[in-house]
């Protein structure tokens, strides 16, 4: 792979799509370092939300047979070290925007012979704490506050070091306390058995990795309390000369490519509970049974409005004002420790309003790709300028109503592909959103009312005279 890729002039980097491939060193079986920054053609670092560890896959076009010589079979360590510099004569150390990643090869794909003499293949490759974790079971008791068996599992059972690995004030405090037993679970299999019934503040718990922060035990509610990160903007031409300063800085915030599946779908929404459940207890020591009954009233949201309209109305209901759309059946046992919680006891508070938490961040999703940032990172959030899809739009220029507000707002970054290629360094980012930044029960400007038409017995007649008609003959 080449130092530079096309978007440097050989001393600085000149779009935010430049970038500086520093090293790439493989620590092979024996603890030789091998020196592989010449067979790798790409490179792309996913993080996501949902996952506690991040990956890189690089492809390698391998002339050397490095396969064969290096004894290359999985669980080698991988440094990558890539940045983005405005002078190159800067030591790696100094240099501002940058990636310094270890990780461990986990599995060999994809293997192709190109050409005569040439063979391709893929490395996929995870954080050491995902390679160290399957080497591992727990299934020793536990009691105490959630957030802190999430940090003892890090240190102890990961081997993760604070304020190296993780970062303490990334450690969302979670005041449900809890006893038990790990039921033979790896770490990251029994951290995601934790999370399961965090709550802060009703809203759910993320594990996820960073390349920047590492390890991140993060609520909700405390990601939303993060200002934007940066605004975006769908804007179809630049405004400033290319190379400056303030080409750079458009740059940055241009989006190059945006695509919205939405998915929406409000029968789903309404099974899935997002709007209204009902939760079931029984307690098992005391025979006691209880109905919790949950109203969507979600506090924390990305934008400032709901997800739906109470306009809305099924059966002559709102749709949160049903009560069987949805229902969870938990067991309990109040006598199992005394004084102190079970596992299952924290879900009886939490239990509907996150499902209605984690249902509703899906109600409208975005991919885009930008150029590329080494700073950016999932559970931020961010904004999206997105000009009207109207001809006449032209006319509404610098007035409030240019923007699209469906599609435009607030999102939380749930995904992240760094993709770094002979061209250019891009990031495909994965957006999500539980609400808009309008009202859907404001006032509805196109189309006709229907609202006092007729007269009430002209309307009777009218609905009476629809229901004879059958395949266009009137029944008598």
């Known amino acids: 792979m080449p130092r530079f890729n096309s978007k440097t002039d050989g001393s600085r980097t000149v779009t935010p799509g430049g970038y500086d491939i520093y090293s790439i060193h493989a620590?092979?079986?024996?603890?030789?370092?091998?020196?592989?920054?010449?067979?790798?053609?790409?490179?792309?670092?996913?993080?996501?939300?949902?996952?506690a560890s991040i990956q890189v896959i690089m492809r390698l076009y391998d002339g050397m047979n490095f396969l064969e010589n290096s004894h290359l079979i999985g669980g080698e360590k991988i440094n990558l070290k890539i940045r983005r510099t405005s002078n190159t004569d800067k030591t790696f150390k100094e240099s501002r925007d940058k990636f310094d990643i270890e990780v461990f090869v986990a599995a060999i794909s994809g293997h192709t012979n190109p050409k005569p003499g040439l063979?391709?293949?893929?490395?996929?490759?995870?954080?050491?704490?995902?390679?160290?974790?399957?080497?591992?079971?727990?299934?020793?008791s536990f009691n105490g506050v959630i957030g802190q068996l999430v940090t003892n599992i890090f240190t102890n059972d990961l081997g993760l070091e604070n304020n190296v690995d993780f970062q303490t004030e990334n450690i969302s405090d979670s005041t449900d306390q809890i006893k038990g037993i790990y039921p033979n679970l790896s770490p990251l299999n029994a951290l995601t058995w934790l999370t399961r019934n965090a709550s802060n503040n009703g809203t759910p718990y993320f594990l996820?990795?960073?390349?920047q922060d590492g390890l991140q035990f993060k609520s909700y509610n405390n990601m939303l309390e993060e200002g934007l990160y940066r605004v975006y903007n769908d804007a179809a031409f630049n405004q400033s000369t290319p190379n400056t300063p303030e080409n750079y800085q458009e740059l940055e915030k241009k989006i190059l490519r945006l695509n919205a599946e939405l998915n929406r779908s409000i029968y789903d929404s309404i099974s899935d509970g997002?709007?209204?459940?009902?939760?079931?207890?029984?307690?098992?020591?005391?025979?006691k049974y209880k109905q919790t009954q949950f109203v969507y009233d979600n506090e924390y949201k990305v934008d400032a409005n709901m997800p739906f309209s109470e306009q809305l109305q099924i059966d002559n209901k709102k749709i949160n004002e049903y009560t069987s759309n949805k229902e969870y059946y938990v067991s309990l046992n109040s006598k199992s420790f005394g004084k102190d919680m079970n596992y299952h006891k924290p879900a009886t508070g939490s239990l509907l309003n996150k499902q209605s938490y984690f249902n509703n961040l899906g109600f409208m999703g975005l991919d885009m790709d930008i150029y590329g940032d080494f700073?950016?990172?999932v559970g931020r959030k961010i904004g999206i300028i997105?000009?009207?899809?109207?001809n006449n739009a032209s006319i509404s220029r610098g007035k409030r109503n240019f923007t699209d507000k469906y599609i435009g707002g607030s999102y939380i970054v749930s995904s992240i592909s760094h993709y770094f290629s002979a061209e250019?360094?891009?990031?495909?980012?994965?957006?999500?959103?539980?609400?808009?930044g309008f009202s859907l029960d404001d006032e509805i400007v196109i189309g006709k009312s229907t609202k006092n038409t007729f007269k009430s017995n002209k309307k009777s007649k009218s609905v009476k005279t629809s229901r004879r008609m059958v395949a266009g003959r009137r029944i008598r």
């Open 386 to 390: 997105i000009p009207k899809p109207d």
């Open 27 to 51: 620590t092979l079986l024996n603890g030789n370092v091998a020196d592989i920054k010449g067979l790798v053609n790409t490179i792309e670092i996913i993080e996501s939300i949902q996952t």
């Open 274 to 287: 997002s709007y209204s459940a009902k939760l079931h207890t029984i307690d098992i020591s005391t025979k």
């Open 208 to 211: 996820y990795e960073t390349i």
């Open 424 to 436: 250019d360094y891009r990031c495909n980012v994965g957006l999500q959103k539980d609400s808009l």
């Open 375 to 377: 700073n950016l990172s």
């Open 119 to 140: 063979q391709a293949y893929t490395l996929e490759c995870v954080s050491e704490h995902a390679m160290v974790s399957n080497t591992k079971k727990l299934n020793r």
